[in-house]
């Protein structure tokens, strides 16, 4: 009965009818809410990152372990070199099309007015797919106005189904200009966000315009060194809860209204982050978990360091 209500709503989606206070609704297999985003679609608010998997076929192994486990959305990026794995984890699951939210990333050499709309085509080759569920451009560097222009362009086309910008914290500027010139509106701003750096300015910004946050290194990252994990405020409602860290962490993105899409290649762990839907936290533990915020990231490159890296990048294809 379930998956035939996901069906049904997934249908009634396509065809640009969303009923009213969905995301309070509608949930997938694995009881993970579904967020309803500002052009009127819903995208499940909980997925595997598939950043630094150790390879293409690992990324596969991976997927398919989350998907079995109830994941139906999956976060890529040319980037990251996985895209062919995710795309055959699709197809081997079993899962109908339409329950699997893709998401996947444009790199900054491949933004530019006709150039972009060539990559997405690439892309989709790449994956196999017919449709990207969410296109990112990945870096607010070079002409990211160009690549959203065809973007929008894809989205008319069928070939993409809604937009949204990675790493456009870097500044001011850069969000104003992407608003700015932006006719189909971004539906959602990935950055890095965790209890130690809640980006709490951040998420007040995108609020008037309906903007989804996206969480990446919800848990800190290789980066941090397991700082997070160590806290004795995160350890003792763990405790509590017996849970592990991790899901605390976790149920706290869920609960404060963030989507997340933690990353694991570790079959154990893959299922472990996704059971978080069978507890809460109270209203005083979400508060002791606001209460750790030190606006501490873990990813601190600058923007000109971040430009190096970008056009240092040499992709396989």
Partial sequence: MKKKMIVLFLSLISSGFVPALAQDVYTTVANVPMVQLNNGML?????????????DEACEQSCLTALKAGYRHIDTAHAYQDER???????????????????????????GEGKTLKAIDQMLERMQLNYIDLLYVHQPIGDFVGAWKDMERAVAMGKVRALGISNFDANDEVFRVIMDSARVKPTVLQIECHPYAQRLDMRKKVQPYGIQVECWFPLGGAMSQGALFKDPTIK??????????????LRWHIQEGLS????????????ENINIFDFSLSDEEMVQMRQLNKEKRFFN??????EQMVWGAKFND
């Fill in 85 to 111: 794995g995710v795309g055959r984890a699709v197809k081997k699951s079993g899962i109908p099309r339409e329950e699997i939210w893709v998401t996947s990333k444009l790199w900054p050499t491949e933004y």
């Fill in 236 to 249: 003792k409602i763990a405790e509590a809860h017996d849970k592990t860290a991790a899901q605390i962490i």
């Fill in 43 to 55: 995208m499940p608010q909980f997925g595997l990152g598939t950043f630094m998997q150790p390879s």
């Fill in 260 to 271: 997340i899409i933690p990353g694991a290649s570790n079959p154990d762990y893959i299922r």
């Fill in 301 to 306: 490159a600058t923007l000109e360091q971040v």
